[in-house]
């Protein structure tokens, strides 16, 4: 006997889209997600293709679906912890981690000023910090703080509890063991930045001015650790000449050997963001500047800028002169010419790992890069499947929530 639930695991853009296409149909959802909000990794951005949106557009038009919508379930800090059974009857083991905040949180915020200690922000990448009481952003989904009981003081936990009007902070709470019975199961667990330390020949983690490209989409939030000002990390002075890296990690036998698809527009929409904010110079230094379809139009208006220079190449090193600038030296693959060039900021286009690389995937097999593949009753979207844009990430929720439904009719 099929059972009709369909579980999502990854609250990113395709997973939301997966669960919203299947429980407008009439099907019982459950989205499961490792972070205390959905929204995956379109909430960390500044804007996003095709239209240069604020995360908080397309979102928020999510988030008003879900809320209107019982069919969808959400389970945050939640992890898959054992899948068993076959397609159409799946039984789903979870484990969700204590938020130590309950639904009566207004996010009044008095709980966050009730502490002065500060940690890094994983949310910003480690650009800015955050409280040990704290949401990780203005249209966070659910709209509820999180309490980081694992870093706070007995003492720092009392003042938290002791601050909020509404009985909202329960230090008491503790992980939960939640059982499903699912009939099929839609991974999309989404993406990670390659792990910057492993590029020490571009400076990756230990050079003070050189930052990845989500790094750097942070530093231009309004939301973010600068309110949206482009500055040096070193000393918080705003640069006059920038670079960016493209295949940091990509398109190498030693990294990752496939393209990450979005780096080439991500960068090109970074030099937007300068030249929005400042007069400040930028070159992009690539192997191919890779724009697919409707994006070549986005490149050929960014290039005409006067103060963008494309050199292509790929970069062998940087390192950094006394004053903390980024030295790079680089190889013009057209002239034939190695050169240093000293920046004032370098921001490096790391590549798009599968967030299961490495791991072992909640459900089903992956490949070896990481990429889930998909099997009877298991099927990868967005991310998790290869590398996409929003839209097209979009687009493969949808088609994963069809084959979830067809899966548990079909049985």
């Not at 500055?231 to 493209?246: H, L, M, N």
């Not at 208006?301 to 004053?323: N, R």
Request: contains cysteine; aromatic residues 8%.
């Amino acid at each position: 006997m099929s059972n009709n639930s369909i579980l999502v695991v990854g609250g990113g853009f395709a997973g939301i889209t997966a669960a919203l296409e299947a429980a407008e149909v009439g099907y019982e959802v459950y989205i499961v997600e490792t972070n205390p909000y959905i929204g995956g990794r379109v909430a960390q951005l500044n804007r996003y293709f095709p239209k240069l949106c604020p995360p908080s557009c397309g979102l928020e038009i999510q988030f008003q679906r879900i809320k209107n919508n019982p069919n969808v379930k959400v389970i945050t800090m939640a992890d898959v912890t054992s899948v068993s059974g076959t397609a159409g009857n799946y039984d789903v083991k979870i484990t969700q981690r204590p938020r130590f905040v309950n639904e009566k949180c207004t996010a009044c915020g008095k709980c966050e000023k009730a502490t002065s200690t500060k940690i890094e922000s994983e949310f910003d990448f480690g650009t800015g910090t955050r409280s040990l009481a704290y949401k990780t952003h203005p249209f966070m989904f659910p709209m509820r703080y999180v309490v980081d009981a694992e870093n706070a003081s007995e003492s720092e936990l009392e003042a938290i509890k002791a601050s909020c009007p509404y009985d909202a902070v329960e230090l008491d709470d503790a992980a939960k063991e939640i059982d499903l019975a699912v009939g099929a199961i839609v991974v999309a667990t989404g993406w990670k930045p390659y792990d910057v330390s492993k590029l020490t020949n571009l400076g990756g983690g230990t050079l003070k001015n050189v930052v990845t490209n989500m790094q750097f989409e942070r530093l231009c939030a309004p939301n973010g650790p600068t309110s949206g000002k482009i500055q040096r990390p070193s000393d918080g002075a705003e640069p006059k000449k920038i670079a960016f890296v493209q295949c940091a990690g990509s398109r190498d036998q030693n990294h990752l050997n496939y393209c990450s698809y979005i780096c080439c527009m991500a960068s090109l929409k970074h030099v937007r963001y300068v030249r929005e904010r400042s007069d400040a110079s930028a070159t992009i230094y690539y192997i191919d500047l890779r724009t697919p379809g409707r994006y070549d139009k986005f490149k050929s208006i960014t290039e005409a800028d006067e103060k963008l220079s494309l050199v292509k190449g790929k970069v062998a090193d940087i390192v950094e002169d006394a004053q903390g600038n980024p030295i790079v030296t680089v190889e013009n693959a057209l002239t034939g010419i190695k050169t240093e060039e000293t920046y004032d900021m370098v921001v490096l286009a790391t590549g798009m790992e599968p967030s299961c690389a490495g791991l072992k995937a909640p459900a089903g097999k992956i490949d070896v890069d990481g990429f889930v593949i998909d099997g009877e009753g298991i099927i990868a979207a967005g991310c998790a499947k290869q590398p996409f844009d929003v839209m097209k990430s979009a687009q493969s929720g949808t088609a994963a929530a069809m084959k979830a439904i067809q899966t548990v009719v079909g049985r």
